[in-house]
């Protein structure tokens, strides 16, 4: 009876032990093996601090610009790849403070970005930003005037 009980604990052992947990590696692997999705949103909203910009002959005024992934439930999204575009406008430019190439939202599914008029870009035009998705395409647009 003894034996069979501890023959009983050491198989008990080795199917818990067999199941193993996961991997300890840190990859972004689903359970299959195979890579994760990268998260793509269904809808972008895009918002400035102003909808108009300062005239600066140097470029160093700054607009907040703020993009926010969310999904079909309206549900904001991390990790969601989004770029900016100011429309090819020569003088204007996005900056993103992120080291991710490119850039991705955060925990909130916020993503900021500061748009400058650019050195000598002083002139009254409008520059039409773009949010773009990387992997859905998904994009929203504003003007700044």
């Known amino acids: 009876m003894k034996r069979a009980f ?3 604990m050491v198989l008990a052992y080795l199917l ?3 199941c193993g947990g996961g991997s300890s590696d840190n990859s972004i692997l ?16 895009l918002i400035a601090e102003s909808p108009q910009f300062p005239s600066d002959q140097t ?3 700054t607009l907040t610009l703020t993009a926010i992934a969310k999904d ?16 090819g406008d020569p003088s204007a430019s996005i900056n993103v403070d992120s080291t ?13 970005a500061d748009l400058s008029n650019g050195i000598g870009g002083a002139q009254n035009r409008t520059i039409q930003i773009t949010a773009t998705d ?12």
């Open 72 to 87: 079909d439930n309206n549900n904001s999204l991390s990790g969601v790849a989004i770029v900016f575009d100011a429309g």
């Open 6 to 8: 501890s023959f009983g």
């Open 59 to 61: 470029g160093l005024d």
């Open 30 to 45: 689903d359970p299959g093996g195979g890579l994760l999705a990268t998260p793509q949103a269904s809808t972008i909203q």
């Open 100 to 112: 991710d190439n490119p850039p991705v939202t955060g925990s909130a599914g916020i993503l900021a």
């Open 16 to 18: 818990v032990a067999g």
């Open 134 to 145: 990387v992997q859905s395409g998904v994009a929203a647009s504003i003007s700044i005037q």
